[in-house]
């Protein structure tokens, strides 16, 4: 867990801004819920790996047997929990107050998580998540709506070129019914399908015998796995998903895939920022299409019933987020089905690939003084600059290294200063710029 | 804990943009730290009554014998804590990251932190502050800049007319003195005084006499507090300090606490808002004093080491938020001695006495929609407006009761609304106001 300190700080703040103002302007909600959440909903099965990651907080008012007693029942030392992402309290957050939202809601999510992970490079124990959610609409409406939306909040931020790979697990469902998997295998095929870029179609294979699921079913995989294949890059569209899946993929779920390609293109702008993701598709909407459509997207986890997508970037080899849709979560703390779909930005990681977003112009004074200026007169002068419309105000007292001290106050935004000496009977201050 | 629902989210987010904004034109800097500290920190006796609120993460990792050794030592339980304040927090922050910080260091610190209070009204679990501090700075200029800062913060929350009463921790040292307590019964005798406005002088006379500190002292003391006072409203200043305290009181700390009000009343707008606080102070700097000399001023944590206050508004009988000197604490934790300062503002006890922060003004439009109107289409048209200026679009289904949904709309700060039926061929969308 870190600390930001004040250059830091102030430009994840502007990062947030732009990603909130284009959340908002795509007709989201911001939302907030506590950081602490039920133990017991925490590890409800919803949250996957991350249940096991999850920092659990001692229950008060233990006593030396309550304790002892928790030795052979470690559950009872804990009540509650931090959030381990921003969907489980989501879901605790509609069944809640679902009485006072909106049929649809579009709700923004904002805030950090915790996972007790091992320390390594860009991950954090305390990190920041950015969700979108759309509850109450089980239409492709609301997957393009997401898309549309996060993709334009990268663009936003400066990058451009953003890709969404997108599958649909009822595919993956269907693909590997077609190839002979039993309905029990399915978790743990997937588990290992999900390695594919990792370790390539012999690795995949390999792990799945070792799985000893269905020996047929694994030979018809690595034949299709490794089927001949044109290397041209088809834009997304119907052509592009019947060819990358086995013959006979059912009709409805090809349609919804086509149908959410044609409706991010129809949202994209025509004059559009260059092809750099190499996937230019042409409709009668204009604009470039930012899908690609992956057929072995399995996106970790195990709540996702339909539509799933994950964000990447061209400069970067990992993703910046995903989502999908989860029509089942909320059913089972509402006990009334309700579809949902989210999409989620891991802030962490695209704050480094962001190019700093510029700070607001505004008019902001050093004022440098001598240590004997009475306190009155300074604050008096102080006072004066922001009734004046100065933005911000800095007292420094003078040191030996003037010149350090204005390079650091430039650097900090401050755009001039002043100098009050001791003995000095100004009505008003000279401001000179800070060059 | 709660939920925030859109509208009260929004309303808290925009009035803590103006908090941030106050205190940034006061020359003070952002920074963040973790949630979550160490648990040794959270303990180290510098939070007071906090540290038996806190919240303890467990331990991860902890066998059955593990447990049941705890059973001995509770402390085993837990390495990590929710933090209780956001001062221990700075100070280790502080200690951390000196190397990077300026030599007077002005910090911002906004965000939430977490006790385990029994549950009342206006209490909550986790519960957002608004500090400021400022750090190597131990002149009285740290401590006017603070209540400068703060004053002009809740006035720009339109909560004219706050009052801050301000007391030094060596002002009632000496006054404990001077009646004849022993420096060992002060930390008692200030608990019991720290009752005087719910018990009153008699009631703080029979406090002190059961916890049988030195008699005479508590004769004096009572003496003292029922001598004859003219109901006269005396302006903030050395006369009024004098009149408060015994006699003989030390010229240095009467010094400082005239100091600090030359100072204040030196930054005040001469042409301010309205004296609704009855305190009218006339300097040579014009303005009005927001301060009030309180004898009797504790705050009740142990840190203190000088000039103490507390945020007072005439609309509330709660105090809005307070601060003090801290010379020592950083010193705990760097092993060196820096001087520091800090005024926190309780977030939650002002935002429902402030009366909402005007929403910047912008076009927002509801995009009312058939069922059946293509996806594709829908979102064509929600780009297009976005691409138009328009700051926020939401596309809603046409519902039985359109009127309803307008109404809710323009609650939700949507100015326009515009409509796509099925079969509508449109080049550009009709936006009508919502009025």
Redesign the interface.
Known sequence: ??????AD??R??RVLAVIRERY????F????????EEHLRLHAGMGGDNEKLS????R?G?D??G??A???D?AA??D?G?RYDLTVPLAR?YA??RG?????F?AIQIG?V?R?ERPQKGRY??FVQCDIDIIGDD???AE??LI?ASI?TVDALGLEGGIVRVNDRRALDWMLDSFGFTEDERPGVLITIDKLDKIGPSGVAAELREREVTAAAVDQFEAFLSRPQTLEHNPYGERQIRKALPEGAPDEIVAHLV??G????????STGPSASSGQVAETE?GGESPLVYDPFLVRGMGYYTGTIFELAHPSVDYSLGGGGRYDGMIGRFLGQQVPAVGFSIGFERIIDLVADVEAEAAQAVVLVHDADV???????H??AL??DGV???????R?KNMKALLE?AAA?GYTGFAALRSGDTVGSLEVKPLS
Not at 24 to 27: E, K
Not at 100 to 104: D, G, H, I, N
Not at 262 to 269: D, F, G, S
Not at 374 to 380: D, G, I, Q, S, Y
């Open positions: 867990m870190r600390d930001f300190l004040p700080k102030a994840r703040e908002r302007a795509h007709g909600d911001e939302i907030e819920t506590p950081v602490v920092y659990s907080i001692l008060r233990l030396a047997d304790i002892r928790a030795a052979d470690p030392l804990s509650l931090l957050f809640t107050n006072q939202l909106p049929t649809v579009r950090p915790w007790a124990r305390q239409s492709a409406r393009a709506e549309v334009d149908s959410l044609e409706a991010v293109t129809a949202a994209r702008p909407f009475p306190v009155a007169e300074l604050l008096a102080k006072s922001l009734r933005a911000r105000v800095r007292l420094e007292r040191p650091r900090d």
